[in-house]
């Protein structure tokens, strides 16, 4: 392996380091595990010193001196030495993981902007509060001074809101297996096609560019039950599950179920029969 290739392994690893430090920060953005951030934060840093003493060594490998910080240095390299094969590969990679690094660090600072936010409106409201305090009813119970405010209590346990809406056309195929009367178990498959896919929180819709695609054919397993009501009227309740990811996410492999983003659905249904 050239001595290029090796230094871009070495950056690879601490990259890759460095996005699962992201990834631990956001989820400890998103439950307000606010005391856990300085920790993250050290190691990032002392990440992001060894990064740019790589990077430097890098571009002197290459011939270009750390000062001019070329943006395109590494290309015009890999254009002028086409059989460096492993380099480039490798150098794909590492951009992928910058991108990853890019896309969860501006997250990130949307979350940790909104604590900030929201830590904000709370003491202002604390300071109102004590300008104005509370008053006593003849039950003795306190009553809101005139002009109060009520504070989500969301904001005050740090919660933040996140929704993702996905739309899909359905073609659910099942076979109904009558287990007595008027009941059926019904067994099949259900594939779908994403219309369109959002994903949004407090600040609104998400970039396209801070957002992984979601796939656009869903399969699902379905499992379900089918009441006859009346001579006419039937009543499914079902539920289905995806066999295949509706989003890939980075993480061991190996953990298939864990480290994928699935559909569940149950749905019911209700049919009435005409007689032709």
């Known amino acids: 392996m050239s001595t290029i290739a090796q230094l871009i392994e070495r950056e690879i690893a601490l990259i890759s380091r460095f996005v699962s430090l992201l990834q ?13 951030l300085p920790a993250l934060t050290a190691e990032k840093s ?22 001019e910080r070329a943006p395109l240095a590494m290309e015009a390299w890999l254009k002028n030495n086409p059989g460096e094969r492993l380099v480039a590969e490798r150098w794909q990679k590492l951009l992928e993981l910058a991108r990853q690094a890019k896309n969860t660090h501006l997250i990130n600072a949307r979350l940790l902007d909104m604590h900030a936010r929201q830590t904000t409106e709370l003491l202002a409201a604390l300071t109102r509060q004590a300008e104005n305090p509370a008053l006593y009813g003849a039950s003795g119970q306190t009553m809101p001074a005139s002009g109060s405010r009520n504070i989500d209590s969301l904001a005050i346990e740090g919660q933040i809101k996140y929704i993702m809406r996905l739309n899909y056309v359905d073609l659910p195929v099942y076979l109904g297996i009558r287990t007595s009367e008027r009941i059926s178990l019904l067994l099949g498959i259900s594939p779908g096609y994403l219309l369109s896919g959002v994903e949004y929180n407090d600040y609104g819709k998400f970039p396209k560019e801070d957002t992984k695609p979601f796939n656009s054919v869903d399969v699902q397993a379905l499992l379900g039950f089918r009441f006859q009501m009346t001579r006419r009227i039937y009543v499914d309740l079902r539920g289905a599950y995806s066999v295949i990811p509706i989003r890939k996410q980075e993480g061991d492999p190996l953990w298939y179920w864990k480290s994928n983003q699935f559909n569940n659905l149950l749905s019911t249904t209700v049919i009435y029969r005409l007689d032709l």
Do not use: F, M, S
């Not at 631990?24 to 856990?36: F, M, S, V, W």
């Not at 790589?54 to 001196?65: F, N």
């Open 24 to 36: 631990q920060e956001q989820d400890t953005l998103k439950h307000a595990r606010i005391a856990e």
């Open 46 to 67: 002392a990440l992001v010193e060894q990064l740019n003493t790589l990077e430097g060594e890098r571009l002197l490998a290459i011939g270009v001196t750390p000062n």
